[in-house]
């Protein structure tokens, strides 16, 4: 027998083998690469995710300061609100499902407590396939009544003077919702006069004492500088520039009215009700009838059978310092005269007069994110 010798290698069985090596690698890198994308792809997801959730965030908190603030021009009315209110709000990129529930009624002086609920929904172009974005906050509330107790039915910070001996002015509430007030309130000079010896004013007390007028300005309940200048209370008419009308007061509404004529001459009170304010002086003369709160800068002079239902402060100007209708003569008391004049306090038609200025008042650090919900 010759010499055995080893098999020899075949060169088909080596390009074999190193094509089973070259796809093993192709699938390892594919794998790697299908892998990264998948890596990209979910980073992206969640950076979308993130974004349009929130997105659907400013959408709720949006929604809920809109209820919060406006909910009035959104079409709830109720003073106080109701057991429960929803809408959406639509806005730009989506819409925010807004519901207001009471939680808690008032008890006596306590204000009634609510939640409002805001879901933002975001439909604007979102990650492919995924769902409308959602996200959901609360805060809680209370409703804030706008109440005015006064000192008195009339308060004057520059005094009064009544030169007739008929004529009321009284403190006690006319239509018994409330305890009564003062029957005037003024300051210690020139504080209350009156010609005859009767009828006096009548009231809890009679006669209220302001002290010095300095005092008797910061004793007020609102901040007359700012209803002076208009940066505080928006009036529904302007007077010049709005003829004055009946029409303001049909269906028992109780407009504001701002009378500019500070530095003019007095304005003239027609019958109305609502919140009057008057920069300059007034007269109220003849049989007119008003409900709701007057507000006087300047001087105040009544004559005639008037009858005024709410309250009254006149002589305001002095808190600001001058007197804009004449640089060279203070203000003077407020003159009652002749007739039966009756002024008296009425707590129903100042609610009425300020009903505009309830509303819902925020509770600090009651607001959440993702508010539970079934």
Avoid at 95 to 118: C, E, H
Avoid at 211 to 232: H, K, N, R, V
Avoid at 304 to 326: E, K, M, R
Wanted: charged fraction near 10%; charge should be neutral.
């Amino acid at each position: 027998m010759g010499p055995r010798h080893p098999p020899q290698r075949i060169a088909g069985d080596e390009r074999g083998v190193a094509l089973l090596m070259v796809l093993m690698i192709l699938a390892v890198l594919s794998i790697m690469v299908a892998a990264g994308f998948v890596r990209v792809l979910a980073e992206r997801r969640v950076t979308d995710n993130q974004r349009v959730s929130t997105k659907a965030y400013a959408l709720a908190q949006t929604g809920l300061q809109q209820f919060a603030l406006h909910r009035s021009d959104l079409g709830f009315t109720a003073s106080p609100p109701a057991v429960s209110e929803s809408t959406r709000v639509v806005l730009t990129g989506g819409y925010a499902d807004v519901v207001m529930q009471r939680i808690k009624p008032q008890v006596g002086s306590t204000p009634a407590l609510y939640v409002i609920r805001s879901t933002g929904v975001w439909t604007a172009a979102g990650y492919l396939y995924a769902p409308n974005a959602r996200r959901t906050v609360a805060q809680y509330t209370q409703w804030s009544e706008a109440i005015l107790t006064p000192a008195a039915a009339w308060v004057s910070l520059v005094g009064i003077h009544k030169s007739s001996n008929t004529g009321t002015l009284s403190g006690s509430d006319h239509c018994g919702a409330a305890p009564a007030v003062g029957g005037v309130a003024v300051p210690d000079a020139p504080g209350y006069s009156q010609s005859f010896g009767f009828p006096i004013p009548n009231g809890s007390p009679d006669i209220v004492s302001l002290g010095a007028t300095p005092a008797a300005s910061t004793a007020l309940p609102f901040d007359w500088s700012g209803i002076a200048s208009g940066a505080s209370i928006v009036p529904d008419y302007i007077i010049p520039g709005s003829g004055w009308s009946t029409t303001w007061f049909f269906g028992g509404t109780y407009p504001v009215i701002r009378v500019d004529n500070a530095g003019g001459s007095a304005f003239t009170l027609p019958d109305g009700q609502g919140l009057l304010i008057v920069t300059g002086d007034l007269n109220i003369v003849g049989t007119t009838d008003w409900n709701g709160l007057i507000l006087v800068g300047g001087d105040l002079t009544t004559t005639g059978a008037a009858t005024v239902y709410g309250a009254i402060y006149s002589g305001l100007n002095i808190t600001l310092g001058s007197n804009p209708d004449s640089a060279a003569a203070a203000i003077g008391p407020a003159s009652v005269s002749s007739t039966a004049q009756l002024y008296r306090y009425d707590s129903c038609t100042l609610a009425n007069a300020l009903s505009r200025f309830a509303g819902l008042q925020l509770v600090r650090n009651a607001w959440t994110d993702n508010w539970k919900t079934w």
